[in-house]
Every structure is written in C-alpha cells, then in structure tokens.
DNA sequence: CAAATTTGACCTTG
DNA sequence: CAAGGTCAAATTTG
C-alpha cells in the first residue's frame, strides 16, 4: 500500500547518493586531468575531498539499504525487489545515470557511465594467483605435537569481500545469511579492529569436499554493517534446481571486490537475482520459493556429483 | 548422541 | 616476531 512511497522515498536518498557520487567522479576528473601540474600540497588537498566526497556517499548509501532492509523485514513479499544488488538497482533505473551525467557534465557515453561508476563503487582489491606449492606439509618442526598439521597454503585463487547491513532490529549480531549453510571454525581478534573475525567453511566441506570458505566481520565504526570475505567457490550445489533464494536475509551488498579472474558461484542469490532481473517478470508465481531468512525449506533435492563418490574426504 | 560452536594452541606468512 | 588463519579438544546445542 504505500510501497510506492517507500519506492519513491528510495529514489530521492538513491539521487542524492548519486549526486554525490558524480561530484567525486568529477572530482578525479579534474585531477585526472591536471595531475602533472599540481603541487603536492594541492594534490593533497584534492584526494581530501575526494575521498570525503565518496565516504558521504558510501554513508548514505546504508540509509537506502536500511530503508530496503526495513522494507523487506515488514514485507516478505516482495524481497526480490527489495535485495537487487547495487547494480541492479542502477539497471532499474538507468534514466538516473543519463540524467546525472548530463546535469553534472559526464563526457562518456551512457555505457561508459555505468562502467566508470561501478568502478568507482567497487573497491579493487588484487590478489593474483600466487604460488601454489606443495599442499603437504612436512611436519617433522619443531613442538611435540604428534599430529602434523597439513594446511592448504593461502589463497587457493580467488577472493571476493562484500559489504552488507545488518538488521538494525533483533539479531544484529547474527552473520548474514547467504544461501549457503557454514560452520564456524575460528574466531580471531584483529590488531586495529573493534569486533572479531569469524572464520566459516562450507558446512558441506567433509561431503563434497567443498572449498567455500568466508570470514565475516563488522566494521570499526559501524556495527551494523559486516564486511563478509568469501573464498573458493562452492562446489557443493545443494540447493539444486528448486533455487531456495534467501533475498530475505538481511544481507543487501553494498559493494563487491572481485578480482581479475573470472567469476565464482557466491550462492543463487547473484544468479537469481539476474534472471529476476532479466528473466521472466516478476509475477507471483515466481515467489514461491522464497524463504524466510535463517530458515532454509525442507526440500529434498539433496544432490550429489557422481564423481564425488560416497566416501568423506 | 551427533553436529555445531568455542577457544587456545599451533602454523604460515610477511 | 607479530598478525592472521586453521586445527582440534572441550563444550554447548538440538
């Protein structure tokens, strides 16, 4: 009933995001442009502002989600609509990026716009493919513990870091909940911040030998919002064919690291948000397997790949 | 009682 | 050596 409004409340905090966003955009423009000539002092001066001009935006971009977040709590009806990532939500409405760039003088194209932008919304961080040695490790070193250890060495390829909100209300402490089950293995205090870390590995590892791995953990300065790194793509598909999307879940990116190498399968919450996007019209029948947050269906589509055979490990 | 979590020790990496 | 990541025994939970 008064979806519109909450929908056209969305738009107003998204435009000012947006605004935002282009005056940093111009802002690396301007730099970009007369970075020979300027002094150290004025070069300083100048990431000040941009880095302040895209932290504000980052900043108001939590409220929208926090809007979205109350939306899908009161109403589960329509999370679909209401998880689409950031990408999807400037698919939704690309009059909004033509209109900035032509208000706030953006000199590329309309696809160069999109490409320039969600540059900007993603902070990149590179991890190439490191040197694989060997997984085996001789324990021979060293403390009497009779049980050597072998220990997969660090990056096993790719890794990819997600920002999502919390809930304000209720469980905020809970770790979001992407469609997949993990089992905690760890906790860490890390030097310089606030809250912990928790480690997470595919509960699914022992079956499938699944390799998913994720640490979640929530910002210094703002517990309501979790950075949730992932590792190692999943190759347990246990939600099979009746995709369970959990959009739900109080857990709406805001923004996506990825690294160079190609993409990894995060869950079906990417994969079906796209085919909500793209797919058939969102109409009521799609909406059937939607499942409360935390509260995976009973389905039994429990399926294994043939060639994982029977035993564990 | 089995599965999940907690937690301190252990291991790797920079 | 310090910081971060993982293991596994002990403990908790369902």
């Known amino acids: ?42 070069l300083s001066t100048y990431l000040d502002e941009i880095t302040k001009t895209f932290c504000d935006a980052k900043e108001r971009l939590k409220i929208v989600l926090v809007i979205r977040n109350s939306e899908t709590a009161m109403n589960q009806l329509k999370p679909a609509i209401a998880a689409c990532s950031d990408q999807m939500l400037m698919q939704i409405e690309p009059g909004l990026m033509q209109e900035y760039w032509l208000r706030y003088g953006g000199s590329t194209s309309s696809q160069g716009t999109e490409a320039v932008t969600q540059r900007q919304l993603m902070a990149v961080k590179g991890d190439g493919g490191r040197n694989l040695m060997a997984t085996e490790r001789s324990g021979g070193s060293g403390s009497g513990s009779s049980t050597p250890r072998q220990r997969r060495r ?3 390829g790719e890794e990819q870091t997600v920002l999502v909100a919390a809930l304000r209300s209720g469980n905020t402490d809970l770790p979001p909940d992407d469609n997949h089950t993990w089992r905690k293995y760890g906790q860490k205090e890390i030097l310089g911040s606030t809250y912990t870390r928790a480690y997470y590995r595919c509960t699914h590892q022992k079956l499938y030998n699944c390799p998913a791995k994720k640490q979640v953990q929530r910002l210094n300065d703002d517990p309501f919002t979790f950075r949730v790194t992932y590792r190692g793509s999943h190759t347990c598909h246990i939600y099979s064919t009746a995709p369970t999307i959990s959009t739900a879940a109080p857990t709406a990116p805001i923004a996506t690291t990825a690294t160079t190498s190609h993409p990894v399968d995060y869950g079906p919450f990417f994969d079906m948000a796209e085919a909500m996007m793209f797919g058939s019209s969102g109409s009521g029948a799609n909406m059937d397997f939607i499942f409360p947050c935390n509260d995976p269906p009973p389905h039994n589509h429990f399926y294994r790949r043939p060639e994982d055979g029977d035993g564990d490990k």
């Open 1 to 42: 009933m008064c979806y519109s409004y909450q929908k056209h409340k969305r738009k107003v905090q998204m435009e000012e995001v947006m605004s935002i966003i282009f005056r940093g955009l111009k802002l690396v423009d301007e730099l970009k442009s007369s970075l020979q000539e300027k002094s150290p002092e004025a």
């Open 154 to 156: 660090k990056n096993e």
